[in-house]
Nanobody, 128 residues
Framework: QVQIVESGGGWVQPGSSLRLSCTASGFFSEYYTIGWFRQAPGKEREGVSCITSSDGSPWYGDSVKGRFTMSRGNAKNTVYLQMNSLKPEDTAVYYC?????????????????????WGQGTQVTVSS
């Protein structure tokens, strides 16, 4: 059974930084996409950043491009989301998700796949 655990959320002031961590276990596929998503109250869930197991270039949503960086950890199936220059509009529950990769997916569609395994989410609040 796949288990995904996110951590690192919290409350910060605008302009600050946070680093989120995600570890997926019980996922034995060699080829997969792992991604960060967020959902603010009253808004639809949006893709923040996604990366495949075979491609080292993450895709980023327009709203976070240049401020957020997704990276891999030394441990397998661990990824991080470094969030800099945080804005109040970044306030949301951030989720990590994984999906088995069955073929090549255009970068812009990495976060649009049907992710079947999700973590419980971690709250990020940006406020003065």
């Amino acid at each position: 059974q796949v288990q995904i655990v996110e951590s690192g959320g919290g409350w910060v002031q605008p302009g600050s930084s946070l680093r989120l961590s995600c570890t997926a276990s019980g996922f034995f596929s060699e080829y997969y996409t792992i991604g960060w998503f967020r959902q603010a109250p009253g808004k639809e869930r949006e893709g923040v950043s996604c990366i495949t197991s075979s491609d080292g270039s993450p895709w980023y949503g327009d709203s976070v491009k240049g401020r957020f960086t997704m990276s891999r950890g030394n441990a397998k199936n661990t990824v991080y989301l470094q969030m800099n220059s945080l804005k109040p509009e970044d306030t949301a529950v951030y989720y990590c998700a994984v999906v088995h990769l069955v073929g090549w997916v255009p970068p812009g569609y990495l976060c649009r796949q049907d992710f079947g395994s999700w973590g419980q989410g971690t709250q990020v609040t940006v406020s003065s």
